[in-house]
């Protein structure tokens, strides 16, 4: 006949007691040697400037539609040597890469129209891998957060500006100033050579009215 399977768990006192592992002193050493590797997160040269939770979103083209990128913290990193600001997003869980790229000149961040906890700008991004030109907006939780990512994002374009366009632009305005102290000065000489030359025409004329005056008494009476 062929056995019968148990119909009922077995019982605590019917398992037999594992054997406890013997302290013999002894040391095992391991068979493969695991060394400690350094994690570079490409982030070690730069210094974090802003740093933010936020949802990241993409527009994508094709579908004409907004697409979710990721929820994390949005970062602005300044190289220690170069002075370069990037803008870099990472996923709060996987730490994938949503956004990465340079925060230029030309970058301009716009509020949203129908938000005023997002904005919106353009970039050119290597998030992927490659080059691509996205549009992105960026939703914070408090409408103080967004404002100031906005205004530290025209504080970073404005510092990003070529040296050479500030210097003239530095230049630019010395030089109205100094045109327009040059021009005041020459309106106050011009307005003291005026004073000097009605000064000097007055004292003619009293002069000349004097002459005629003793001219007057020094002729004689007219003989009757």
Not at 30 to 43: D, F, Q, R
Not at 106 to 116: A, I, K, P
């Amino acid at each position: 006949m062929a056995s019968k399977e148990p119909d009922h768990e077995p019982r605590e006192d019917e398992v037999a007691p594992a054997a406890e592992d013997e302290d013999t002193g002894a040391q095992v050493a391991p068979i493969v040697k695991l060394e400690e590797v350094a994690v570079s997160t490409g982030e070690e040269n730069e210094d974090p400037i802003l740093d933010l939770k936020s949802k990241l979103y993409r527009f994508d083209k094709d579908g004409n539609q907004w697409k979710e990128r990721g929820v994390g913290t949005v970062k602005l990193l300044k190289h220690k040597e170069t002075g370069k600001v990037r803008l870099v997003m990472r996923q709060s869980k996987t730490l994938k890469i949503c956004a990465n790229h340079l925060v230029l000149p030309t970058m301009m961040v716009q509020e949203h129209s129908g938000n005023d906890k997002s904005c919106l700008w353009h970039a050119s991004d290597f998030a992927d891998g490659e080059l691509k030109d996205e549009l992105f907006c960026i939703r914070f939780a408090s409408v103080e957060n967004c404002k100031t990512f906005m205004e530290m994002c025209q504080e970073v374009a404005e510092s990003q500006k070529p040296k050479e366009e500030n210097e003239d632009a530095s230049a630019a305005a010395g030089l109205l100033e100094k045109l327009s102290v040059e021009e005041k000065k020459t309106e106050g000489k011009a307005g003291e050579e005026k004073a000097v030359a009605a000064k000097e025409e007055m004292e003619t004329k009293e002069n000349a009215e004097k002459a005629d005056n003793e001219k007057k008494d020094g002729e004689p009476a007219p003989s009757t």
